[in-house]
């Protein structure tokens, strides 16, 4: 399973799996001074469960420390990753006192 990246006019970007002609899964980001925002992840609902939104999470992740960029977890799904395990993303994870609570996507983290 390749990962794509592509970023256009330095600053909205998208980690994404192409299936043949068919994307099968994305996680988009916008990126404006050093702050990378993860907004939206998603993954064809008859392949979600099998680690691909993860895969994306983790190229996403490595990316961000390689760039030295700080990341705001707007999409729920990030945000969940993020709070399970602060201490692993702490060097990266933007942190305001209005914090976002993972709607940007629509979907609320249980």
Excluded at 46 to 59: V, Y
């Amino acid at each position: 399973m390749i990962i794509h990246h592509r970023l256009e006019d330095e600053r909205r970007g998208s980690f994404f799996i192409m299936e043949g002609e068919r994307q099968i899964a994305e996680l988009d980001y916008d990126l404006q001074n050093g702050i990378l925002n993860a907004y939206h992840t998603g993954v064809r609902r008859e392949l979600e469960g099998r680690g691909i939104a993860g895969k994306l999470f983790d190229e996403m992740v490595k990316y961000a420390k390689e760039n030295k960029y700080k990341v705001i977890p707007s999409c729920s799904y990030i945000l969940v990753k993020f709070r399970r395990h602060p201490d692993k993303y702490c060097d990266i994870w933007f942190r305001t006192e209005d914090e976002p609570v993972g709607a940007a996507c629509g979907v609320r983290p249980k």
